[in-house]
T-cell receptor
């Protein structure tokens, strides 16, 4: 099993550009999550999904969108990149909403 | 507002010593308290977790102590090793009530000196 995979590993965007961060898991988990990690701030939940076709906002959803058309994939969309979105983004998945979350390796995004 | 408060920010321990990291929370609806370990350039990985029906859980050199009345929990790393040098995050969630969100502490960077 590859677990949770994320692409790309690194990306530099100009202000106002858009991009999609890809996340795929091969563990057949129902739950998937997107977090951002800023220095000294821990991880903050952006969006999560409890199954295909179902998504919901986390703590910091502004400026992002998600979709979940399959169990395996949970892409995160940035429509109009802003410097405040410079961060490391982690995707995670779990069997239920209250047990171990498996994290991907992260995407380091810089917006200039 | 930080739902889970973690201290210290950084910790330096000699090899063989005990590392202790503390967390506190306010929301009594939290019912799952994991600790995650993160090495540079990697995603966090679950180290150990506890639910509020027990006061202590031990796995090898790692122990979680949980004080429900004080709304505090801590991670103890016995016989700390240089390979334990990483950032540790405590977290809490209330998944059984449907929220499904993990609220993370701000992290503790542990350095174990050989």
């Amino acid at each position: 099993n590859a677990g949770v995979t994320q692409t790309p590993k690194f990306r530099i965007l100009k202000i106002g550009q858009s991009m999609t961060l890809q996340c795929t898991q091969d563990m057949n988990h129902n739950y998937m999550y997107w977090y951002r990690q800023d220095p000294g701030m821990g991880l903050k939940l952006i969006y999560y999904s409890v199954g295909a076709g179902i998504t919901d906002k986390g703590e910091v959803p502004n400026g992002y969108n998600v979709s979940r058309s399959t169990t395996e994939d949970f892409p995160l969309r940035l429509e109009l990149a802003a410097p405040s979105q410079t961060s490391v983004y982690f995707c995670a998945s779990s069997w239920t909403g209250n047990d171990e979350q498996y994290f991907g390796p992260g995407t380091r995004l810089t917006v200039t | 507002q930080q739902q889970v408060k973690q201290s210290p920010q950084s910790l330096i321990v000699q090899k063989g010593g005990i590392s202790i990291i503390n967390c506190a929370y306010e929301n009594t609806a939290f019912d799952y308290f994991p600790w995650y370990q993160q090495f540079p350039g990697k995603g966090p990985a679950l180290l150990i977790a506890i639910r509020p029906d027990v006061s202590e859980k031990k796995e090898g050199r790692f122990t979680i102590s949980f004080n429900k009345s004080a709304k505090q929990f801590s991670l103890h790393i016995m016989d700390s090793q240089p390979g334990d040098s990483a950032t540790y995050f405590c977290a809490a969630s209330m998944g059984q009530t449907g929220a499904n969100n993990l609220f993370f502490g701000t992290g503790t960077r542990l350095t174990v000196i050989p």
